[in-house]
Structures are given as structure tokens and as C-alpha cells.
T-cell receptor
């Protein structure tokens, strides 16, 4: 199947700093990417839909000024957690559907574990 | 009420057992039903995909969808220790937006 990578895989930062997470589709183009957050022993919660060349669409309750999303190209989306706080500590996962394919052709990255001290 | 309900477990079974994992949902617009497997600290990987009602079999895995009851199941035959993971059901009404269940932790003991 197609490959989606995330970088970094793990990051530890101090409270108040900003952290950038990259999501790349390595062998296919993705006009849309999705960002999820997963707390321990809980399911994936969709945070936002990243759209290449336009603004991201955020789910209800997700602060767009805190979680900045940029979809700079057909293979790269970035999520920046601004002024991170301990409650932002979580596992962040992106997914990318193959352009033009159905919902089953959606591939997930390996995730980024963010720990805010 | 959550759109998708899934018992988080953990479910512990001996090697070789038949495992039954289930999800219920409330949104009748869901048409696409997926089961993902997620190992610890990894991203989910697609196991089974079903469109609308019916059964689908792939090796040791069988997915069932009953839209009239809003109930889906995943059966794992001859379970192996390597099947130990979290199993997530996911659904879509169309497009690419997925709604996930909480995930069931499965432990297969050798």
C-alpha cells in the first residue's frame, strides 16, 4: 500500500513553545490530509482536514489559532501546535487518501507522540 | 450518545480461539465500514473494508455488517499472539471523513 510518513516520531518540549509536525505522502499525491489526536486508550478524534492550496477545515471544539495547519504541496501537510501546554500532550496521527480514490484508500502515518512538560 | 460505540476491552483469549469484535452506530447515513488494527504507538492499518450490508472474508478475518441493526462485527479465527493489538472500527457516510470507535484492546495468550 501507499506510504505516509510523519516527522518527528516523538517530541518533548517545554510549556509555551511551538512544535511543528510534518506529514508526507511518499509515493502518491494527496490534495487532502487529515489530522487526528489520540489520547491514551481512546480513539482517534479528527481535529481538522488539511486542503492543499486553501484553508484547513477544523472540527468543532478545535482551536484553529492553536493548531495551525498548512498544506503547502500535494505531498506535505504540517501541523503546528502553538504555545503548547501539558494538556496538548497526545499522539498526533495524520492520514492521506489517495487522490481520486475511495475512503478505503486512506493511509495513516505512524504518529507523533508529543509530550509537553 | 457517541456516533460509534465500541467496547474498549481489554479482551483476553487463548491462542487458537475465535475472537468477536463489535461496534454499534447511530448514524444511518454510514455506508462504508472499516476495521483497522493498531499496534502500540503506531498508526492504524486497514484490515477489512465493507460497503453496505453483508459479509466479507479475508483469510482468518471475516467482517459482517448489519445495517438494519446498525451493528458491525469482525471475527478472527485461529487467533495468534501476533494478533494482539487494538482493533478500531471506522465508518464513513461518503467522502473521506472517518468516524472511529474507541478501539478494543485484544490480547491473545500463547
Amino acid at each position: 500500500g501507499a506510504v505516509v510518513s510523519q516527522h518527528p516520531s516523538r517530541v518533548i518540549c517545554k510549556s509555551g513553545t511551538s512544535v511543528k509536525i510534518e506529514c508526507r505522502s511518499l509515493d502518491f499525491q494527496a490534495t487532502t490530509m487529515f489530522w487526528y489526536r489520540q489520547f491514551p486508550k481512546q480513539s482517534l478524534m479528527l481535529m481538522a482536514t488539511s486542503n492543499e492550496g486553501s484553508k484547513a477545515t477544523y472540527e468543532q471544539g478545535v482551536e484553529k489559532d492553536k493548531f495551525l495547519i498548512n498544506h503547502a504541496s500535494l505531498t506535505l501537510s504540517t501541523l503546528t501546535v502553538t504555545s503548547a501546554h501539558p494538556e496538548d500532550s497526545s499522539f498526533y496521527i495524520c492520514s492521506a487518501p489517495v487522490r481520486g480514490a475511495g475512503v478505503k484508500e486512506q493511509f495513516f502515518g505512524p504518529g507523533t507522540r508529543l509530550t509537553v512538560l | 450518545q457517541k456516533e460509534v460505540e465500541q467496547d474498549p476491552g481489554p479482551l483476553s483469549v487463548p491462542e487458537g480461539a475465535i475472537v468477536s469484535l463489535n461496534c454499534t452506530y447511530s448514524n444511518s447515513a454510514f455506508q462504508y465500514f472499516m476495521w483497522y488494527r493498531q499496534y502500540s504507538r503506531k498508526g492504524p492499518e486497514l484490515l477489512m473494508y465493507t460497503y453496505s450490508s453483508g459479509n466479507k472474508e479475508d483469510g482468518r478475518f471475516t467482517a459482517q455488517v448489519d445495517k438494519s441493526s446498525k451493528y458491525i462485527s469482525l471475527f478472527i479465527r485461529d487467533s495468534q499472539p501476533s494478533d494482539s493489538a487494538t482493533y478500531l472500527c471506522a465508518m464513513s457516510a461518503g467522502g473521506n471523513k472517518l468516524v472511529f470507535g474507541a478501539g478494543t484492546i485484544l490480547r491473545v495468550k500463547s
